[in-house]
């Protein structure tokens, strides 16, 4: 049962325009949600988060967005640059315990 | 921000051997590693939690005695890939989780891991 979904296995975008990359889940219990950024043959790294008492959060170029009565969390990108082209994980946690990962998104940001 | 690695980053062994990964949280304190394994093209897979001075806890499916976790300290887990074979080739990623990170893990570099 895949509680956390990536449905898009790629995503290429213009260098400057936004990048969103989507992520649905199935379990309500998830009460904190990450999105990690990773390039080849290297661990991830922690872009950004946001709890479920919210439902946005900023950081600089990325923002995300969560939408519970939809199950949807979305990560924007703006503007993107070429070195943003990774492939993407969203992840969710129940209470801070162990993390679901979806299986990823590959960006492509074009120049 | 909080720095994990890990070594070797990368590793060819022959089949039957066994190959220990060392994973070290270098400037904070581990309460918690996670060991995760990852497939080609495929999510990231947790395959135990590992608690300092406790037995690691596995996933559904894995088995503890091919995958043997060490968590002897607070800054350092060690996973051991048993009698390896071909299909144990992956690319082997450590998570630390520390006192001031909740909900955040910060990750290691990866090991790649190639049986002959």
């Known amino acids: 049962d895949q509680q956390v979904k990536q449905n898009s296995p790629s995503l290429s975008v213009q260098e400057g325009r936004i990048s969103i990359l989507n992520c649905d889940y199935t379990?309500?219990?998830?009460?904190?949600f990450l999105w990690y950024k990773k390039y080849p043959a290297e661990g991830p790294t922690f872009l950004i988060s946001?709890?479920?008492?919210?439902d946005k959060n900023e950081d600089g170029r990325f923002t995300v967005f969560l939408n519970k009565s939809a199950k949807h969390l979305s990560l924007h990108i703006v503007p993107s640059q070429p070195g943003d082209s990774a492939v993407y994980f969203c992840?969710?946690?129940?209470?801070?315990?162990?993390?679901?990962f979806g299986a990823g998104t590959i960006l492509r940001v074009k120049s | 921000g909080a720095v994990v690695s890990q070594h070797p980053s990368w590793v060819i062994c022959k089949s039957g051997t066994s190959v220990k990964i060392e994973c070290r949280s270098l400037?904070?304190?581990?309460?918690?590693m996670f060991w995760y394994r990852q497939f080609p093209k495929q999510s990231l897979m947790l395959m135990a939690t590992?608690?300092?001075?406790?037995?690691?806890?596995?996933e559904q499916g894995v088995e503890k005695d091919k995958f043997l976790i060490n968590h002897a300290s607070l800054t350092l887990s060690t996973l051991t890939v048993t009698s390896a074979h071909p299909e144990d080739s992956s690319f082997y990623i450590c998570?630390?989780?520390?006192?001031?990170?909740?909900?955040?893990?910060?990750f290691g570099p990866g090991t790649r891991l190639t049986v002959l």
């Open positions: 998570s630390a989780h520390g006192h001031g990170s909740y909900n955040e893990q910060f």
């Open positions: 379990n309500s219990m998830f009460d904190y």
């Open positions: 946001i709890s479920s008492i919210k």
């Open positions: 992840a969710a946690s129940v209470q801070g315990n162990k993390l679901v």
């Open positions: 400037d904070f304190q581990a309460t918690t």
């Open positions: 590992s608690n300092e001075g406790s037995k690691a806890t596995y």
